[in-house]
Structure formats: structure tokens, C-alpha cells
């Protein structure tokens, strides 16, 4: 019995009791959300030239940048799923590749590194915070990184957006478009026009804090001077999850998710969201231009979960074409329905087609509508040419998951983060919106799968001329590559493969941005624009606790500039 008297003080320090942390030890708690692919990585650095298999095409000059969720500290539940973030940045030219991660300075991660331990507490849960950060902004900026005139933001739905140095990663701070966007929460999918260069963004929950559980919307058109030039603020039909948008020349689509809010279950410490397998998925048609409350049109269907979105547009009748992945049940397992506990089972029963949804202008809210077409790619993360948002397309990419193909399961375990064992290339019917078209695969292996790819366009190609690059999981090394295909070619195989020497986290979303976009955005800002400024004042619902508190400060950090209480 040795071997169990060994183990028996490790087990004595397990700093975890009853799911919440005890003591101080640096300890992440021993469960699948820490283990595998999803181990803590909590790294920062740079890799100079890194080992190809392969070609990289010569013509890609530019970088990808993609964001992942990463604990710095253990957690004080042992069920978190409230990571901060790290971006990574694979700037690729001249047939070479170098790395670089770093660290989103929020406002969360500068209070944490300060104490030197978690401060905060559930999921999107204030109320399981430590008292000591009440009125520091939580959001961890862990969703997606965007390019905006000149700069990067990372942001999550649940805040405002942090900006950070396209080049050095550095972080700027709080963004809040120069003083025009003061809600609590801004999404973490805004969308660009091609054609005006125009921001389309929204934001849920910005009623009060960011926490309340309302139904509080608002969209904004930011155009390419960064001014500000439509605002509406709405309610939605019940308080869901808003986390991908579609646009079109003159419509925003808002896919409502009947995953729901409740202040009430907040406050008793739990769960922010809880599935409702009993309510309608909603998709709203909002105005870009000149739009009242009253002009925004709800339309219903029948229970699902919202993936992303693929593409918008407006076909010759004057209805709304919007194309995303709908899955047939709760995704988001972690967040089962109210009194019930997590099926973990639940995702590998799930389908997810591809559904399109004919929107028309002048239905009256609450028309009820089915998927005019649904494909069944069985996937997520999709993807297009973004020269093409706005517009009829042919092209989309997706990881689709394939149960027939083998998985080792005995080097590989179960495959964190989902089965996506495919990167897959869907072109549609251009001649008949009503049809689909061709499917173009690529298999991952036995022990691998993929993260969300990144189309890189052709300089001067035409729509889908370009390369595809993704993230690829090595299961049974724990390691990722960076894969590059053409972007039309798939089952041709790679054309080059990127060597990491070491294992990032599952991340979320990225976007490849051009070299000659950032080095124009360099002069610009070296010259008459000035520099990106960050926020340079609380925001409405911090200044209301530092009214009430009496005093103006609020506690932990504000903004990277040191707030105290």
C-alpha cells in the first residue's frame, strides 16, 4: 500500500472542495475542461521561422491572427469556463512564418495579476465575484480579433472591446470607438461592408451593466472615418443569446437563441444561461439606415441552436438570403435547462445543417418560417471570402464533423472540443438560390482535428481565389500545426504545414489581415490620424457605483490606468 500512502498528501492539497477553491496553492482543478488540448497553456512568446513541411505560397504576405480562451490563475469554481485570453499572431511572408502570443491586457486580467490569483467568479456571474473587483469590467476578450484602422479588438459579447498593436500585440486598452459606444457589452462579431468600409455591430444586454438579463438591444453603423452614423436601441422578443449577425446592403440579421438570461438564477450563484428546448429560435431583420424600433421585424421557427454565419444578401425579389448552421438541440450542454444537469452525451446526438432562410421585408413581426434549404455539411465555424459580405456568393468553408471516419481513440482519448476531423469546401447553386452545389473535403487523420479556418484572398482573385489556413490539433502529440490549402483544392491535401513546438488552446475565432493594410494604417496613424486612443473615462454603469459609493473610484484596475479603492 506505499503507493497509496505517496499519493495521499497530494490528494489532502487538492485545492478544491465541494467545487470551489480553497487555500492558495497553484493548482488547476483535475477536470476534463483542464486536461487534453484544453490544458492551461499560460504562455507568451515568439518562434522565429518555424519548421514547414511544404511550400508556403510565396504571394500570402500578411498575418493570421487567431484568440483563445486561457486561465492565467486556477479558478475559484472548479467547473469555470471564465478564461481570460491570449491572441496569437503567425505573420507569414516570403514563404516564411514566425509566431507570437501575448496576453489581452483587460481590465480582469490587470486586477488578477495584481492579487495574483482569480478574483472572479462564474461564467458571467458578477455576483460570484470577490468583492474586492466590484465595478472592474469582466469581460475577458476571448471570442474573436478584428482588424479596425489600425489597430486589432479583441473582444467577447459580454464587454467592450480591448485594442491592441497589430504588430507587437501590445495592448492599448478599452476601446470604446473614441468616445461614441458606452454600452456594457459589444459583440464579438461585428461585420464589414466591402464596398463603404463601414462597421456593422451590435450589442445584447445594454440596458444597465452588462449583467442584467434584459432584453435591451442596439445596432451601430460606424463608418470607414470612424464616425458613428446610426445607432437603434430595441428590445427583443425574450432575453437570449445575440452572438452572430449577417448583413446585407440594407439589412442586419440578428439570429436570436433560445439559450435564456435570468437575473434571478444569477443571483442565487448560478449558471447565467439555461437552454429552453420549449421556445422558438428568432431571427430579427433590422434597417441599416434611418430605422425605428417599430421597424424591425421578428421572424419565428421552430426550436434550434444558432452556429455561425456563412453569408447575407439580398436576392432579386427583395428578400433577405441569410445562410448559418442550426443544430436540433442545446449545444452549449454546460448550460442544460433550468433544474436539469449538463448531458455530456448531448453534443455527439446533435445535427447541424446548414439552413437558408428566406427573410421578407414586408412580413409582419411574428411570421413563422421554416429553412427553405438545409445542407447537410454537419459542421460549424463557417467561413467565406469577405469581399463577397453583402453579396450573392458561391464559396464557404466549414470544419464538418465525420463519424465514419476512424478516430483512435485509445492514443487520442475523447476529441476535445468536438469531432471537426474535416476542413470542407460547399459552393452553391449560383444559378438556383434553391439548390446546392459541391462538396470539396479534406480528412484530418485518426489522432487530429481542426480549429475555425481563415480564408487568405488572391490579390486580385476573384471570389474563393485564395488559401484556407487552420489550426490543427494534434490529438495524440498535443501539439498544433498551422495548415495551408488552396483554398479550392482541399482534397488535393495542404500545400504547406506550419510545425508549433508546443500545444495552444482550443481557440475560438481569427481573421487573416494583409500586410499592406496594417503598414498603410502605420503611416496613417504615425501621421494626421494620431494614435489609437483608449478609453479615457469609466464607463455609465461604473460612474453610477462610484456615485453610489460616494467617492470616484472604482476597485481593482480601470482601464489599465490604476484605479483604486
Known amino acids: 500500500m506505499a503507493h497509496l500512502e505517496a499519493l495521499a498528501p497530494e490528494i489532502s492539497l487538492y485545492p478544491y472542495s465541494n467545487g470551489k477553491r480553497v487555500g492558495d496553492r497553484v493548482k488547476f482543478p483535475d477536470t476534463a475542461a483542464f486536461s487534453s488540448m484544453n490544458k492551461t497553456a499560460r504562455f507568451e512568446g515568439d518562434i522565429f521561422n518555424l519548421e514547414v513541411t511544404g511550400e508556403i505560397p510565396r504571394d500570402i504576405n500578411g498575418t493570421f491572427y487567431r484568440v483563445q480562451p486561457d486561465h492565467r490563475f486556477p479558478p475559484i469554481f472548479e467547473d469555470d469556463i471564465h478564461f481570460v485570453s491570449s491572441v496569437t499572431a503567425i505573420r507569414i511572408a516570403d514563404g516564411h512564418a514566425d509566431f507570437k502570443q501575448r496576453y489581452v491586457r483587460t481590465d480582469k486580467f490587470l486586477a488578477e495579476e495584481k492579487a495574483r490569483k482569480a478574483l472572479f467568479g462564474r461564467y458571467r456571474n458578477p455576483y460570484t465575484d470577490n468583492e474586492s473587483v466590484k465595478g472592474v469590467i469582466r469581460t475577458v476578450s476571448n471570442t474573436n480579433v478584428t482588424f479596425w484602422r489600425g489597430m486589432l479588438l479583441a473582444s467577447k459579447e459580454d464587454g467592450p472591446p480591448f485594442a491592441m498593436d497589430p504588430v507587437t500585440l501590445e495592448t492599448i486598452g478599452r476601446y470604446d470607438f473614441e468616445g461614441q459606444i458606452k454600452t456594457p457589452t459589444f459583440t464579438a462579431h461585428p461585420k464589414f461592408d466591402p464596398d463603404t468600409g463601414e462597421m456593422l455591430c451590435f450589442a445584447y444586454e445594454t440596458g444597465s451593466n452588462g449583467s442584467d438579463c434584459g432584453a435591451d438591444v442596439v445596432t451601430w453603423t460606424i463608418n470607414a472615418d470612424g464616425i458613428k452614423t446610426e445607432e437603434l436601441s430595441f428590445t427583443a422578443p425574450f432575453s437570449g443569446m445575440i452572438h452572430d449577425c449577417g448583413v446585407s446592403k440594407n439589412y442586419i440579421v440578428l439570429p436570436l437563441t433560445p439559450i435564456k438570461m435570468s437575473l434571478d438564477r444569477l443571483k442565487r450563484g448560478g449558471n447565467k444561461f439555461a437552454w429552453d428546448p420549449n421556445e422558438d429560435q428568432v431571427y430579427g431583420l433590422v434597417p441599416r439606415r434611418g430605422g425605428k424600433p417599430e421597424d424591425v421585424i421578428w421572424f419565428r421557427a421552430d ?142 487523420g485518426p489522432t487530429a482535428t481542426y480549429q475555425e479556418p481563415v480564408f487568405i484572398p488572391k490579390d486580385g482573385g476573384a471570389e474563393g481565389e485564395g488559401y484556407l489556413a487552420a489550426l490543427k490539433n494534434n490529438l495524440d502529440e498535443l501539439r498544433n500545426d498551422v495548415v495551408i490549402w488552396d483554398a479550392q483544392k482541399l482534397a488535393a491535401g495542404p500545400l504547406a504545414t506550419l510545425h508549433l513546438p508546443l500545444r495552444l488552446r482550443l481557440g475560438f475565432h481569427g481573421n487573416f489581415v494583409n500586410h499592406k493594410d496594417i503598414e498603410e494604417w502605420q503611416q496613417r496613424r504615425a501621421g494626421e490620424l494620431g494614435p489609437v486612443k483608449p478609453a479615457d473615462e469609466p464607463l455609465p454603469w461604473q460612474m453610477n457605483i462610484m456615485s453610489n459609493n460616494g467617492n470616484h473610484k472604482t476597485n481593482g484596475e480601470l482601464n489599465g490606468h490604476g484605479a483604486e479603492s
Open 303 to 444: 426550436n434550434g441552436f444558432h452556429g455561425h454565419v456563412a453569408g447575407c444578401y439580398e436576392n432579386e425579389e427583395g428578400n433577405v438570403i441569410f445562410d448559418l448552421t442550426v443544430a436540433d438541440g442545446n449545444v452549449f450542454f454546460w448550460f442544460p435547462p433550468e433544474g436539469e444537469s449538463p448531458d455530456f452525451n448531448q453534443r455527439t446526438r446533435l445535427s447541424s445543417p446548414t439552413c437558408r432562410w428566406i427573410l421578407d421585408p414586408k412580413a409582419k413581426s411574428g411570421t413563422r418560417i421554416k429553412p427553405s434549404l438545409q445542407w447537410a455539411t454537419n459542421g460549424e465555424f463557417s467561413r467565406i471570402d469577405d469581399r463577397v459580405v453583402t453579396k450573392k456568393y458561391k464559396h464557404f468553408w466549414q470544419l464538418r464533423v465525420d463519424p465514419t471516419q476512424p478516430y483512435d481513440f485509445a492514443k487520442c482519448g475523447p476529441p476535445a472540443g468536438g469531432l471537426f476531423n474535416c476542413m470542407a469546401h460547399y459552393t452553391w447553386d449560383t444559378e438556383d438560390e434553391g439548390k446546392t452545389g459541391d462538396e470539396d473535403v479534406w480528412f484530418a
